[in-house]
Structures are given as C-alpha cells and as structure tokens.
C-alpha cells in the first residue's frame, strides 16, 4: 500500500463524510482497492516489469467518498429556503465539497482530484471557486454571460418540450443539484441530485413553462407560479433552484420573455 498514513486518509474521510463510522468503512474500503494494486514499485526483486503503483491513495479515497456523498445528495428530499439563515444552507454539491475539503483543507492537488471527478484539473479549480464565491471566501467568480445562459435556458426548454432527456442531460453538470422550495415541493416538484435525475425532473416539470427574466437572468415560469432560476458559471448548469412560495416570490423581479 502507498505510504499515505491511515491517520490521514481517516481525516479527510471525516471531513468529507461527517460521520466517523461512515470515514471508517470508506477507509477500509479504500484500503481493500489499494491492496489489490499489490507491493509498490520499491518491492520488486529481478527482471521484469516494474509492478504498477495505482493510483494516489488520496485519489482512491476521494472516489469511495464521492459515491457516499453522491447517494446522500440523492436520497435528500428536503425543500429548500433559499433566504435561510442557517450558514451552508443549500450545501455544496458532492463535487465542491471534495474539492474543498481535500485541495483546501489538506493540498491535495488538482491533478488528483481531476481523474476523480472526470474533468480537466482547470475545471476542478473552477468548481472550487465557485463554492468558495458561494460561501462567502475571498475568491469570486466571473459573472455569468447572459447571452450564454439564454443559450442555455433555451435549449432546456426546447428538450423538456420533446422529453428527450438524452439532450437535458448533455446541458447539465454531472453532479446538477435541483433545489425545490415548500411551494415547489407541494407542486410535486422533488429535489434532484445528478444530470439524469435532474434532467428527469425537467423533461416531467419544465415542458409547459416559458421563458421569463428572474432578477434579469434567464429562467423559467411554469404554471402555477413555479420559478426556475439556473446557475451556469463555467458552460454545464450546475444548479436549477425552483421556487413557488409567496414570499420568496415576492423578493424576485419576474418579467416574461
């Protein structure tokens, strides 16, 4: 096994999970993974091929949490308040707590977390960015282009009219959160956790809206009175928050397009 201590693998496993049962049996489990990559480069004896290494214990470990936070975001059905006061309300997704928590909180590189997450280390640094703008950090993201975001939110509404999630799906992140206020929940609108799960919700929910301007960004109006408010920093959406209750309509500027 790589020369990571355990001690420090069960940190960042409970920094990333919360709970030290769970960081224990995701340890384990990364600890079963490494082992099956056998002794290190340093172990070999003779000619031959040198034995291959694997991956960075680090790596190995953000995968097995990635999956545990993945399936908890999934199971979340909890409305959402987006004027909470209570700090961290909406969560970061999956993606942005692994990149805060293992780059910022323990220097693991962008490069590691990159394969991970299945993205360029560059799009690993932007999503760190943009959970660190979203909770208040000292780095800020660029503001979105509306132009882009109307691309966007258009083509939504095109693909949600067809039911072809196929499409949705190419038009979201893969780790899209969709968030349902009380109002929106009562409408039998469900919060949402991954490309396809969100894109599902779409192609159900979004088919009769049309298109309006929320605070004068993009978005969506769909009978009775739902808002859809998306977020796309960097291209992919990364978040669609549905709103229906009165009073955080009343704190929006809604206007069809």
Same mark, same amino acid.
Do not use: K, N
């Given at each position: 096994?790589?020369?990571?201590?355990?001690?420090?693998?069960?940190?960042?496993?409970?920094?990333?999970?919360?709970?030290?049962?769970?960081?224990?049996?995701?340890?384990?489990?990364?600890?079963?993974?490494?082992?099956?990559?056998?002794?290190?480069?340093?172990?070999?004896?003779?000619?031959?091929?040198?034995?291959?290494?694997?991956?960075?214990?680090?790596?190995?470990?953000?995968?097995?949490?990635?999956?545990?936070?993945?399936?908890?975001?999934?199971?979340?059905?909890?409305?959402?308040?987006?004027?909470?006061?209570?700090?961290?309300?909406?969560?970061?997704?999956?993606?942005?707590?692994?990149?805060?928590?293992?780059?910022?909180?323990?220097?693991?590189?962008?490069?590691?977390?990159?394969?991970?997450?299945?993205?360029?280390?560059?799009?690993?640094?932007?999503?760190?960015?943009?959970?660190?703008?979203?909770?208040?950090?000292?780095?800020?993201?660029?503001?979105?282009? @509306? $132009?882009?975001?109307?691309? *966007? =939110?258009?083509? &939504? %509404? #095109? +693909?949600?009219?067809?039911?072809?999630?196929? /499409? !949705?799906?190419?038009?979201?992140?893969?780790?899209?959160?969709?968030?349902?206020?009380?109002?929106?929940?009562?409408?039998?609108?469900? @919060? $949402?956790?991954?490309?396809? *799960? =969100?894109?599902? &919700? %779409? #192609? +159900?929910?979004?088919?009769?809206?049309?298109? /309006? !301007?929320?605070?004068?960004?993009?978005?969506?109006?769909?009978?009775?009175?739902?808002?859809?408010?998306?977020?796309?920093?960097?291209? @992919?959406?990364?978040?669609?928050?549905?709103?229906?209750?009165?009073?955080?309509?009343?704190?929006?500027?809604?206007?069809?397009?």
């Amino acid at each position: 096994m790589h020369a990571t201590p355990r001690a420090r693998l069960r940190a960042m496993a409970l920094g990333l999970l919360g709970s030290a049962p769970e960081a224990d049996r995701a340890v384990r489990t990364a600890e079963r993974a490494l082992a099956a990559y056998g002794p290190g480069p340093r172990a070999r004896r003779g000619p031959g091929p040198v034995p291959d290494p694997g991956p960075p214990p680090e790596a190995v470990l953000a995968r097995v949490c990635l999956g545990r936070l993945r399936a908890r975001e999934a199971r979340r059905t909890d409305p959402w308040d987006p004027w909470s006061d209570a700090p961290g309300s909406a969560g970061p997704t999956p993606a942005e707590r692994l990149v805060l928590v293992l780059h910022d909180r323990f220097g693991v590189p962008y490069e590691t977390l990159a394969p991970v997450l299945e993205r360029a280390p560059a799009a690993v640094r932007q999503i760190g960015a943009r959970a660190r703008a979203r909770a208040g950090g000292t780095e800020s993201m660029p503001a979105p282009d @509306p $132009a882009l975001l109307r691309t *966007a =939110v258009d083509a &939504v %509404l #095109a +693909a949600a009219r067809e039911g072809d999630t196929a /499409a !949705l799906c190419a038009l979201l992140d893969p780790d899209a959160v969709l968030r349902a206020d009380t109002g929106a929940v009562r409408g039998g609108v469900r @919060p $949402a956790h991954g490309a396809p *799960a =969100v894109a599902r &919700v %779409l #192609a +159900a929910r979004a088919a009769v809206a049309r298109p /309006a !301007l929320v605070d004068g960004a993009p978005g969506l109006i769909a009978a009775p009175d739902a808002v859809y408010v998306f977020t796309a920093p960097a291209g @992919p959406i990364t978040s669609i928050d549905v709103l229906a209750d009165p009073p955080h309509l009343s704190r929006l500027a809604i206007a069809a397009s």
